[in-house]
């Protein structure tokens, strides 16, 4: 037994070591093998500098049909159409509509779909309707002008949106008026509808179609427009789709090494970034800093978002003018807590994923129900004020039809609206309790909450009182409901409210707002514009500070307040040599560009070679970006202001000259041009001292004469530009000092002093208006009148004793030579 054994055993040890003899080759073959297929894999990777390419929905239906099957027929499927008999909503059956004394028509011809109303030239004529614009609420008719032989099958020029409009919901036409405008509007209004701001290609085509390239010419004027896709399609909001082919064509085991998906990555979760600014481009009011935005870069390389101003938010940060979500929902707690757009909406069909309480309960379900019964909304199961979104996202309508909701998702604060007149969402849904007659509503046309805002601010005081008293009674039911006051903290609405109506502590207040952790980017940036950083060394140092704030909208703004900051003494420039041209290599495009717009006006001597090669870069990088629009005249003045801050006087000249060329009726380059070419004038002054040759001094003296003829046809010109304006906007203080300036200039001293008077009175506390009324009121000998003003002044900012002291030595001479009389 025992010999049996011992011969047994090695055999048993070498079938054993044979046995993990194999097992190590076969494991080494086997990662030999994955190497060779990773080592393949990766070969299979596309270049680094590969550049994707757009190639339509239909690649993309190939594989992703359910996703395709969601948004056939969504918004963004219906955003703009060809005009035929499947895309037209409007009754073109003869009908007709009267507006301002003007009856139009909408009629059939030849199977094409017309308009009879008043065109640019204000005669009655027939226009094609081309397009379609949208799908519900309503839906737009655009009209093709300026088509030549030249223009492509694929290029589209210029097309105009009709005002004329069509309410799916009634099925009825009716007219959209502007904003804050009822009443007829001139054919040469840029806002009728053959006007500049009805001009799809610079107004609504990059959000309303895939890949838009504008492709205007500024000298011909003629626009040869293009699109990849008419509507907002897949690669509107996962970007190009040519490498995404490839990379799937491949067949590798691995996502390719260097571009991933090839696809902008939308559905991370770390981080929610992605995903809003591929909405936000679209959804947010901003301006272009760089073109060729993709989804999935970096939305502030591209656009700079508008911060919250008096003309469009409520000094709380709830929405006023049409500003499509992103500027409200990153106020939001939300926000910051991680939510996407889609935690909420379906991306494909762009609804919203749940009808009623579902929708916030889904994700607030502690202690279920704890949301969604009396003790927390204090209104009877089911009804509107039970809604989650009725007092939490309020909604404004906008274009007359088109209902918008709040997206800061905020708890309402009648409290605010007692101390600051904002609004809120139980005065809201409580307008019954007012006690305004029904004529009354009809005669100021009170149709919604924003309306009754709007009667209040313009001072209808029975309007006023009447909010005021439902503002005081919801607080105090707010606050009987909720004694604890954590519901009430300090918010940023006090110190953005006392800035805009220049109440007197409105700096320190937005100072102490500053200092707060808690201050959302946007409110931060929205402060920072009503800063000054010559009112005070607190001033000043905020502004620095913010220079350094993560959020870039805090950077671009801190950057935009110190436009035209010079410091006292010997170098004026010093802080903003110090402290802005580090922000010219800034990681954000758009704040290196708002920097260089700043840092332009540090004389070339006061900077080093690096600060100059990388302003020079930034400049070349805000003329890409605002050249984007080189159909508006507000592009080529910025250009215009910039080159003349650097001393390029030639390209200042040619950047006003282009403005006026392309909008006429513009504002600000005429100004510009005359100033520019009055400075000319006086250095050309000091060369001609120095000047031997006759004929060059000839040449010279009749530039000089040719110049000062334009002058005075300029100022004419922006005369009337200036008075148009000041009577659009009798309530902006800018718009009356602009208007006071000019008249200023062109000799009629009384009625300049009224309009810079009134912008004066407007806002009291801002420095400018107060210097320059002071200083006018000197002019024409009103002394007494002058000081008052000066006084005014110091008080707001002390640098200005010298003035109060020349006014009192003149008043004193004055006196004196009354004596001797």
């Not at 299979?44 to 992703?64: Q, S």
């Not at 409007?90 to 059939?108: I, K, P, Q, R």
């Not at 009443?183 to 609504?204: F, S, V, Y």
């Not at 007092?391 to 274009?399: K, L």
């Amino acid at each position: 037994m025992s010999k049996k054994q011992t011969s047994i055993e090695p055999a048993s040890t070498s079938n054993g070591l044979s046995l993990w003899m194999k097992l190590i080759v076969t494991s080494f073959l086997v990662l030999v093998a994955l190497a060779w297929w990773v080592i393949a894999d990766y070969q299979n990777n596309l270049p680094t500098d590969a550049v994707a390419k757009y190639v339509g929905r239909k690649k993309c239906v190939e594989c992703h049909q359910q996703q395709h099957d969601e948004f056939h027929n969504s918004h963004h499927d219906l955003a703009m159409d060809v005009a035929n008999a499947e895309t037209v909503r409007g009754d073109f059956n003869n009908a007709s509509l009267e507006h301002y004394g003007v009856t139009s028509t909408m009629f059939v011809k030849n199977d094409k779909y017309y308009v009879n109303t008043e065109g640019p030239d204000g005669e009655m004529a027939d226009f094609q309707i081309k397009y379609v614009f949208g799908y519900e609420p309503l839906q737009q008719y655009l009209v093709e002008f300026d088509r030549t032989a030249d223009h492509k099958e694929d290029e589209i020029a210029r097309l105009q949106v009709l005002r004329v409009s069509w309410d799916t919901e009634k099925q009825q036409w009716f007219y959209l008026n502007p904003p804050d405008v009822d009443e007829k509007l001139a054919p040469d209004d840029a806002l009728h509808w053959t006007g500049i701001a009805q001009r799809w290609n610079n107004m609504c085509a990059d959000c309303h179609s895939t890949n838009l390239q504008k492709r205007f010419n500024d000298k011909t004027g003629e626009y040869h427009t293009t699109y990849s896709e008419i509507d907002v399609s897949c690669e509107a909001c996962h970007g190009p789709g040519s490498l995404h082919l490839d990379i799937v064509a491949n067949k590798t085991f691995f996502w390719d090494q260097n571009h991933y998906k090839g696809l902008a990555q939308l559905k991370s979760d770390d981080s929610n970034l992605a995903q809003v600014q591929s909405c936000a481009p679209c959804h947010s009011r901003r301006r272009i800093v760089h073109p060729e935005y993709h989804a999935g870069d970096n939305f502030h390389n591209h656009f700079s978002n508008e911060v919250l101003r008096p003309e469009t938010y409520h000094a709380d940060g709830q929405i006023m003018d049409e500003v499509y979500v992103y500027g409200s929902f990153i106020q939001s707690k939300m926000y910051h807590k991680g939510i996407k757009c889609t935690d909420c909406h379906n991306p494909h069909t762009a609804k919203i994923k749940f009808e009623d309480n579902k929708l916030c309960t889904s994700c607030h379900a502690h202690n279920p129900g704890k949301y969604d019964l009396p003790g927390h909304h204090q209104h009877k199961v089911g009804s509107t004020g039970a809604s989650c979104v009725e007092c939490h996202m309020p909604e404004a309508t906008y274009m007359k039809v088109d209902p918008r909701r709040d997206h800061s998702l905020r708890v309402p604060r009648p409290d605010l609206s007692v101390k600051i007149n904002t609004p809120n969402s139980c005065t809201r849904c409580h307008l019954d309790r007012a006690k305004i007659s029904d004529q009354r509503k009809q005669e100021l046309k009170l149709e919604q909450y924003n309306d009754w805002l709007r009667a209040a601010d313009e001072g209808h005081e029975d309007i006023k009182s009447a909010l005021a008293e439902i503002d005081k009674w919801a607080a105090e039911s707010v606050e009987k409901w909720f004694p604890d006051d954590k519901h009430l903290p300090p918010h940023f609405a006090e110190a953005l409210s006392a800035s805009w109506n220049a109440e007197t502590h409105g700096q320190s207040e937005i100072i102490e707002l500053l200092k707060r952790r808690d201050t959302v980017g946007i409110a931060k940036a929205s402060a920072l514009l009503w800063i000054d950083g010559h009112h005070s060394a607190e001033s000043k140092e905020a502004l620095i500070k913010a220079l350094d704030d993560f959020d870039p909208q805090v950077r671009i703004a801190a950057l935009q307040s110190m436009q035209g900051f010079q410091d006292r003494g010997a170098d004026p420039y010093r802080t903003i040599r110090l402290r802005a041209t580090p922000l010219l290599n800034d990681n954000v495009r758009s704040v290196r560009t708002a920097a260089a717009q700043v840092c332009a006006q540090i004389p070339r001597e006061n900077l080093s070679i690096k600060q100059a090669r990388a302003l020079d870069k930034c400049i070349e990088e805000l003329k890409l970006g605002v050249l984007v629009n080189n159909d508006r005249a507000a592009a080529h003045l910025t250009l215009g202001t910039v080159y003349e801050r650097l001393g390029n006087f030639q390209r200042a000249d040619e950047s006003y000259r282009t403005a006026i060329r392309v909008e006429p009726g513009a504002t600000g380059p005429r100004a510009n041009l005359a100033t520019l070419l009055e400075n000319r004038i006086q250095g050309a002054g000091q060369a001609m001292q120095q000047m031997r040759d006759p004929a060059e001094l000839a040449n010279l003296q009749e530039q000089l004469g040719t110049w000062s003829e334009e002058i005075k046809i300029l100022r004419a010109e922006e005369l009337v530009h200036f008075e148009r304006d000041a009577g659009y906007a009798p309530e902006n203080a800018s718009v009356q000092y602009r208007y006071g300036l000019a008249l200023y200039r062109n000799g009629e001293m009384d009625k300049a002093t009224e309009y810079i008077r009134l912008a004066h009175e407007l806002e009291p506390q801002t420095i400018v208006f107060m210097m320059a009324l002071s200083r006018l009121l000197q002019t024409q000998g009103k002394l007494n009148e002058a000081l008052v003003v000066a006084k005014k002044l110091v008080e707001a900012d002390d640098q200005y004793q010298d003035l109060i002291e020349e006014l009192e030595l003149q008043l004193s001479n004055q006196s004196e030579a009354n004596d001797d009389n």
